[in-house]
């Protein structure tokens, strides 16, 4: 009896220690995956970059307490992209809670004012947009938007205030 059990810990030693060899090798094995050339890791996300180089941003603060907005966006692209999200915010914090702010999407082109395709969906308290730039491979393009938003100035008995979080960060 004592040797049974003797023979099954050995057996269950062996599966214990043939589970870690093999896990060991997968693990090798992914990371060389990762890591070779064309792979997912940083060799192939260092071939794919996007970054803005300059936001500019015009409001114009209309009697009614409606805000146009005019953002110019650069991105410069590195590899190949679709085009660019921007997040806008749609509901601002007021003192009585939550208020929409009447968000109305009016046009988003290049330099030249050609219209570029675009999708949106709401995310939290944000517009998402998705901008469509054609040529987004190694290029630097500029994407154009113009909104309006229908409660951007708020006023107080004292005072009228304009709170705009631009970027969209919260």
Wanted: glycine share 12%; aromatic share 8%.
């Amino acid at each position: 009896m004592a040797e049974a059990g003797r023979r099954a810990l050995r057996r269950r030693l062996w599966t214990q220690r043939g589970a870690w060899l093999l896990a060991c090798l997968l693990s090798l094995g992914l990371a060389l995956l990762l890591l070779a050339p064309g792979g997912g890791g940083a060799a192939g996300a260092a071939g794919r970059q996007l970054e803005l180089t300059d936001f500019q941003m015009l409001a114009e603060v209309a009697r009614d307490g409606s805000v146009q907005v005019r953002e110019t966006l650069t991105a410069r692209f590195q590899g190949s992209w679709n085009g660019i999200r921007r997040q806008i915010p749609v509901l601002a914090n007021r003192p009585g809670g939550l208020e929409p702010l009447g968000l109305k999407l009016l046009s988003v082109t290049d330099t030249d004012g050609t219209a570029y395709r675009t999708e949106s969906r709401q995310v939290g308290n944000e517009e998402e947009l998705r901008i469509f730039v054609p040529g987004a491979e190694d290029a630097t393009r500029k994407a154009v938007l113009r909104y309006r938003v229908r409660n951007g100035l708020r006023f107080y008995d004292d005072h009228d205030e304009f709170n705009w979080n631009v970027t969209g960060n919260g």
